[in-house]
């Protein structure tokens, strides 16, 4: 389905469900920064959406990948305006603002949003504790979340996340560094066997 094409309600929820569970461009690649970023990393974690499966699996082709689903990009509300015809990124614009301003018919609130990104966060400052650091290969909103609770928390990086597909950005932690399985102690997360991707 083209982007450009003007879609009621329920076309736009079938376009939004087809693109959830698309993956990347084939012509799609990651910069070299990414790459060189990337090779550092000793551990890999992805939202359960394709589209970062398929871009780790470009990233980390021989890497184990650990999907976890607390990471996944925050979700659009049912579109309110059934009889309405929109482009597929007015859709999203629309349903993104009214999410904001409390509208969250069939997802999540933004308060639920942001408390699963405290919870993403936490994972990922133990997961990299763990392995001494971590990629993770996520979506816009949940990273710009995430962000947030990690500089929250002490860690170094930039207020907003890089904005465009491929786009790095790099948080370091400006706390002493907890390693190996103390880093786990009196935490409820558990860091699991990577499941492959």
């Known amino acids: 389905m083209e982007s450009g094409s003007s879609l009621n309600a329920s076309g736009f929820t079938q376009w939004l469900r087809e693109f959830d569970s698309s993956g990347i461009d084939p012509w799609a690649r ?31 082709p021989d890497r184990s990948v650990l999907v976890e689903p607390r990471l996944r990009e925050c979700g659009l509300p049912a579109p309110p305006l059934p009889f309405v015809k929109l482009s597929p990124e007015a859709w999203v614009s629309l349903c993104r603002t009214l999410w904001f301003m409390g ?44 962000a947030r609770e990690l500089r929250q928390s002490g860690w170094q990086g930039p207020s907003i996340p890089g904005r465009n597909y491929w786009d790095v950005t790099v948080y370091r932690s400006s706390l ?12 409820r997360v558990r860091v699991p066997k990577p499941e492959t991707v």
């Open 30 to 60: 990651p910069t070299d920064e990414g790459r060189q970023l990337a090779c550092g990393c000793k551990a890999v974690v992805t939202s359960p959406l394709e589209r970062a499966h398929a871009s780790a699996r470009l990233l980390f």
């Open 103 to 146: 509208y969250s018919k069939g997802t999540e609130s933004v308060a639920e949003a942001r408390a699963r990104a405290v919870k993403g966060a936490e994972i990922l400052v133990r997961i990299a504790a763990y392995n001494d650091s971590v990629a993770f290969v996520g979506h816009g909103l949940i990273n710009a979340f995430i």
């Open 176 to 187: 002493q560094p907890i390693k190996g399985r103390e880093a786990l102690k009196g935490s």
